[in-house]
């Protein structure tokens, strides 16, 4: 996986303006605005399968759903971090955007390593080095899996009705 790396304190402005909240809302308005501001290659240059690599309390700022949205349109495949904002966190959990706290991952990181990430094992590879963190609950996991909360109640509503 190819990395994108950031540091400390990137907030919800600086992953989507906020001049942006009220005119873009479906995930294809809010892919080419992504980072436009902090930096202004990543929305013309990111591939799906990338991963965001980041320092500590990453996501702070407002709760607005587009910088989730967007990253996970963009096709982020995991944001690996020293730590996160609460109220990003479970953004990124309603919509199925992989999570990771795992800062000696972040740290071990150089320009070119590739990143190999297993989530149902707890593993990162960089550089050579492999580091694990805490697996997932299950119901988180299977959020992903179903591509966000809502997509995951809906199967679990259908799964019962049978």
Known sequence: MRAWRYGDD????????????????KPDEIRPHLLEDLDPTFAANVRPGDIILAGRNFGCGSSREQPVVGLKAAGIEAVIAHSFARIFYRAAINQGLLLIECPQAVDAWHEDDEVKLDAALGTVAVG???????????EILAIREAGGL???TRAK?????K
Request: proline letters at 14%; charged letters at 15%.
């Open 157 to 161: 509503l259908r799964s019962r009705k």
């Open 150 to 152: 809502l997509p995951y």
């Open 128 to 138: 050579g080095q492999t580091f694990s963190f805490p697996t997932l609950p299950p």
């Open 10 to 25: 990137v907030n919800t402005d600086m992953l989507f303006p906020g001049k942006y909240t009220y005119t873009c809302a």
